[in-house]
């Protein structure tokens, strides 16, 4: 084997970190000796159709309460603490301490890898585990250098994943065992006490949504597609609006699925795999990625597996949160080289569980601005314990977990960028009408995708439009292959005095959770916020 390439053994050096160890350390194995490790550790099972089967144990999601950030002098002023947790330096050191001599003996894996597909804002990152399993996840998530890139790879981002690690709280200034500590001075990420995939990933899009704001860089937690003629499009949504779903368009090659970067040249993957959710998951629906979880190389994790060892995405008995993650490539119409053109259309996705909101309306920069910042969609009854109702959800930017500065940074990188290119804004609404959730019916997906096709061609450029009376954004009033009355949302309602209270409730949400933002934005993105204007009988 060559140095790049397999085992060392002794002394192993981690760049910038100094750790060592005296077991040995696999270097950057590739997708058939990482099965081999997991299988023969006992990590993983082998599926019927060759995927490789994971079981995470306590933590099948994110520990977003026992996620910190070091707070030092160049943190200080820069991150947004309200929404993240201090760690002293002193504790970060301590942790680190600890977790290199938690690692003495054990064997790790090191994957060299590369968050960014555009070579000026890419960031190297180098990977320790000490699962197997979670080099192959990593390796699918990220993009991987060839040979030769390796031979002058230098990280700037050094992540070490010790899952059997435990902190203590008192000792490191965290909440429990469990602890994901991020030093974005030093480029360090120390992940203990979870075995979830998928802190690493995270890691790696906070920090580049830390870096990036910096070189004038929009990071940005979206799908991302482009047309034949080479018009892009992002696709804003959080869990449940249909971001995957509908940025897998058989007619357009998809970028990405999840994180990407918009800059001088145009929008650019971070990753170079996808991470899907697998719970009801259908051959019929999403053959694409459904295709993904019968090859080799995939990872399932926390997918149940029948005597036949096949996977039955009905069950959510270990988790609703079961995924599958795989190269980029393994989806036929993937984008080569995870780049494109400044998009001609953003669409923002929410899930309005209240049926309030129009299935599409088009958005001003100043209101693309404020729903950006607002983030909004809606839980139904049944999705978590305690939800009887409809309950609205907001996460800033989309993505509140995993933005590092203030989200007005974000809102004003996006406002400049939407108005120098001149994008399309389009706010969609994938939840219900007809009335509220328990009443209503979800919006028609076929419906949903005639709108999307028809703001993407840009038939909708020459539509008619209404200003909507509650949020005052532009509502088309008819379009060619969709059911009028579904466009007005007050009509499909029986109740309409139901419905103007509900409209009432759902402005009056909008207002509250902005009032955290209103003394970081101008008065033109205040004014973008929605009133009430009732609508007359």
């Known amino acids: 084997m060559t140095q790049e390439f397999g085992l060392r053994n002794k002394a192993f050096g981690i760049d910038q970190c100094g750790l060592t160890t005296n077991s040995s ?176 990933k995270k890691s790696v899009f906070t920090m580049l949504n830390y870096l990036l704001p910096g070189k004038d860089v929009m990071p940005m937690h979206c799908s991302a597609n482009v047309g034949p003629n080479g018009d892009s499009a992002v696709f804003f949504g959080l869990s449940g609006t249909g971001k995957t779903t509908l940025s897998a368009d058989p007619n357009r090659t998809l970028i990405g699925d999840d994180e990407h970067g918009w800059g001088e040249d145009g929008i650019f993957n971070f990753e170079g795999g996808c991470y899907a959710k697998t719970i009801r998951l259908s051959q019929e629906a999403e053959p694409e990625i459904y295709g993904t979880t019968t090859r080799f190389g995939t990872v399932l994790e926390n997918v149940v597996l029948n005597d036949n060892r096949e996977p039955d995405f009905d069950d959510g008995s270990l988790t609703e949160n079961t995924r599958c993650a795989y190269p980029l490539h393994f989806i036929p119409n993937a984008s080569e080289t995870g780049k494109s053109g400044h998009p001609l259309n953003i669409i923002m996705l929410t899930a309005d569980a209240f049926g309030i909101l129009p299935p599409i309306a088009k958005l001003t920069p100043d209101q693309a601005m404020y729903h950006f910042l607002s983030g909004y969609t809606a839980k139904v009854a049944g999705t978590e314990k305690g939800v009887t109702e409809p309950e609205a959800t907001f996460s800033t930017c989309f993505g509140a977990p995993f933005m590092p500065r203030h989200p007005a940074v974000y809102g004003n990188l996006l406002r400049k960028l939407i108005a120098e290119h001149g994008v399309n804004c389009w706010l969609v609404n994938t939840g219900w009408t007809g009335g509220a959730y328990g009443v209503g019916n979800r919006m028609p997906i076929k419906a949903t995708r005639a709108l999307l096709t028809a703001a993407l061609d840009g038939t909708l450029n020459d539509a008619d439009y209404r200003q909507d009376t509650n949020f005052g954004f532009q509502v088309p009033v008819t379009v060619e292959g969709v059911e009028t009355s579904i466009l007005d949302p007050r009509s499909t309602w029986d109740d309409k005095d139901a419905y103007d209270q509900m409209a009432t409730r759902l402005v009056d949400m909008f207002v509250a959770n902005f009032e955290k933002f209103e003394n970081h934005v101008d008065g033109t993105v205040r004014d973008a916020a929605p009133g009430v204007r009732l609508a007359a009988e």
């Not at 490790?37 to 019927?48: G, M, S, V």
């Not at 998530?141 to 002058?152: F, G, M």
Request: with cysteine; proline share 2%; aromatic share 8%.
């Open 25 to 200: 350390v696999y270097y950057n194995l590739t997708e058939g000796a990482l099965y081999e490790q997991a299988l023969q550790r006992k990590e993983a099972t082998l599926t019927a159709h060759g995927a490789l089967r994971a079981i995470t144990g306590q933590h099948t999601g994110r520990s977003a309460a026992d996620k910190f950030t070091v707070r030092d002098a160049n943190t200080e002023d820069q991150i947004w603490w309200d929404n993240n947790k201090g760690m002293s330096s002193a504790a970060f050191e301590r942790l680190y301490d600890d977790m290199i001599s938690h690692a003495e003996g054990r064997d790790l894996f090191v994957q060299d890898l590369v968050g960014g597909a555009d070579q000026e804002n890419a960031l190297p990152t180098r990977v320790v585990t000490e699962f197997a399993w979670h080099s192959l996840f990593i390796r699918n998530l990220l993009i991987r250098p060839n040979r030769e890139e390796l031979e002058d790879f230098a990280a700037k981002l050094t992540i070490i994943d010790l899952p059997s690690f435990r902190a203590d709280p008192e000792r490191h200034e965290c909440r429990s065992e469990t602890v994901i500590a991020l030093n974005v001075t030093k480029g360090i990420v120390l992940i203990g006490g979870t075995s979830y995939a998928g802190e690493m």
